[in-house]
C-alpha cells in the first residue's frame, strides 16, 4: 500500500483440460506495477488517541509458479498491548493469490477463549467459494457452503496488497471484495505526486505517493468506511503511514520495523 510504468505481459491463463477457470468471470483492476519480495517482514504500531494500542506484523511467505499463474501467500498477525481496558484484540489472517493480488485462498482466525475461524476457497473453474466457518476451540463447524463466484474478488487481506501494488499512479478502482459471505466493494484512488512523510522509525523524510478511498463494510481490524495511506515511492510499495476509522474510532498505522533484503524508506529530496 508507488507505481513504475512497467507493465508486464498477460499471460493466457489455461489448465490441463484447456478450459479457461476465468472465462465468463468479470476481470477487475489491472497488472500491478511494484513487486512483491518473499520473505518481507514489516511490523507496524497501531495508536489511538496518541496511544499505542498494537501491532500489526505482515509477512509474505511464499510464491509458487504453477501452470496456471504466480500464486504468492502472506499472512498478517494483529494484536493489542496486553492490559488495555478497551481493546483485546488478537487476530490472524492468511490469504493466497495470483499474480493480480485476486485470492485463490483466504483463512481469518480470531483468538479468544473460543478461537474460531473463516476459510473462503475461490475455485474460478467451478465458479464457486467454498466457505467454512467453525470453532477451533470446540472442534466444531457451523457453515460448510457454497456461493457463487461470478467476478474476481479480493478477500480482506489480498486487498491490501492489491492497493499497495497499484500506488503511484493516478488511478481509481472500484473493485469487489468477498466478507463477511457476501460481495462488497470498495473504491481505492491512487495518486502520483509525491509526497514527504515523518514516522518515528527514520530520521529522515520519507519519499511516499498516497492513495485514499472507502469501504462499505466492517474488514480486518474492523476497518470500515474512509481510509487514507502513504507507500514508498519506489518499487516496494511498502506502507508507511495510514489512517482509517476502525471499531473504536479513528487510528493510524505506523511503520516501526521491518526486514526486508535491500530495501531502506526512500529519502524525499525537496
Known sequence: MKKLFVIFAIVSITIANN???????????DLPYRKIDVGEEITYVVKYLFISIGEIKLK??????????????????IDSYEGLPFVNLHQIYETRFNSRQFPVFFRGTIIDKDTTFTEYTFNYKSKNIHILKGSRTKNEIWTDSTAHLDREYLDGLSLFYYARMRTGKKATYNTPVFINEKGERTTIRCYDKPEAVEIDAVDYKINCVYLDGETEFKGIFGLTGYFEGWF?????????????????????VELKEWKKKNWSPPKFQN
Open 19 to 29: 478450459v479457461n477457470p476465468l472465462k465468463d468471470i468479470p476481470h477487475y483492476g
Open 60 to 77: 509474505v511467505t511464499k510464491r509458487e509458479i504453477t501452470n496456471t499463474d504466480t500464486i504468492y501467500s502472506a499472512i498478517a498477525y
Open 232 to 252: 514508498s515511492n519506489d518499487d516496494h510499495a511498502v506502507p508507511i503511514y495510514a489512517k482509517m476509522s476502525v471499531i473504536i474510532g479513528n487510528i493510524t
